[in-house]
Nanobody
Framework: QVQLVESGGGLVQPGGSLRLACAAS????????VGWFRQVPGKEREPVVC????????TYIDSVAGRVAISRDNAKNTAYLDLSSLKPEDAAVYYC???????????????????????WGQGTQVTVSS
């Protein structure tokens, strides 16, 4: 079964850090671009950052630039999102997803990246509060 499962969310104080994980099963994650997205109630899901198969990454939200890092561990078939200097406005459900088709680079436009998503994970909640 093709599946992505996120983990690592939780409650963190402002200024803190978290590492989110995205574990893939049923397919080889390194063959696909991987994106991280976030969504708050009442708003559309928005792309945060995407990494292609060459590990070149694109950040889509100016306010998180320099505070997020996307990476992979191919041996574990897992992608990661490191969040640092977290702010209350970073609180959201974070999702990972694959870019389709296999090998496609991440689009440069946040609008376009939402059009090429294949498999979604179920999401992990990040809460930033003191």
């Amino acid at each position: 079964q093709v599946q992505l499962v996120e983990s690592g969310g939780g409650l963190v104080q402002p200024g803190g850090s978290l590492r989110l994980a995205c574990a893939a099963s049923g397919f080889t994650l390194e063959d696909y671009g991987v994106g991280w997205f976030r969504q708050v109630p009442g708003k559309e899901r928005e792309p945060v950052v995407c990494m292609g198969i060459t590990d070149f990454s694109t950040t889509y939200i100016d306010s998180v630039a320099g505070r997020v890092a996307i990476s992979r561990d191919n041996a574990k078939n897992t992608a990661y999102l490191d969040l640092s200097s977290l702010k209350p406005e970073d609180a959201a459900v974070y999702y990972c997803a694959t870019v389709m088709p296999r090998g496609r680079p991440c689009p440069s436009s946040p609008t376009d990246v939402l059009q090429v998503i294949g498999v979604w994970g179920q999401g992990t909640q990040v809460t930033v509060s003191s």
